[in-house]
């Protein structure tokens, strides 16, 4: 069993900073990666950032430059820092946890998610 639990949501003006975190707990193997993605109302979740255990990073076009991810592998915890924030960027961001199996396909695990909202 696997838990995933984020933190770091809330309230900022735009241009403002957020960090979030992403730990996971339970009976981990190895993870491939870790990953934050969002999702709005009536619209399908997009992949925002995603680190491998190994440290390759990708990032969604419209957040380079300004968000950037990152992993603690000994904690498994992703973190998420957030800055020049605009009011696009809100939404709620989940966390994905991607952990591969000794037999058949590799497990997928999500948070809860954590709110984030940019106000203008």
């Known amino acids: 069993q ?3 639990a984020e933190s770091g949501g809330g309230l900022v003006q735009a241009g403002g900073s957020l960090r979030l ?10 993870i491939n990666g870790m990953g934050w993605y969002r999702q709005v109302p009536g619209k399908r979740r997009d992949m925002v950032a995603v680190i491998t255990s ?3 990073t990708n990032y969604a076009d419209s957040v380079k430059g300004r968000f950037t991810i990152s992993r603690d592998n000994a904690k498994n ?12 960027d809100t939404a709620v961001y989940s966390c994905n946890v991607n952990v591969a ?10 948070g809860q998610g954590t709110l984030v909202t940019v106000s203008s």
């Open 77 to 88: 915890t992703v973190y998420l820092q957030m800055n020049s924030l605009k009011p696009e």
């Open 2 to 4: 696997v838990q995933v």
């Open 54 to 56: 190994g440290g390759s």
């Open 101 to 110: 199996a000794l037999i058949g396909r590799d497990l997928e695990y999500w």
């Open 21 to 30: 975190s992403c730990a996971a707990s339970g009976s981990i193997g190895k």
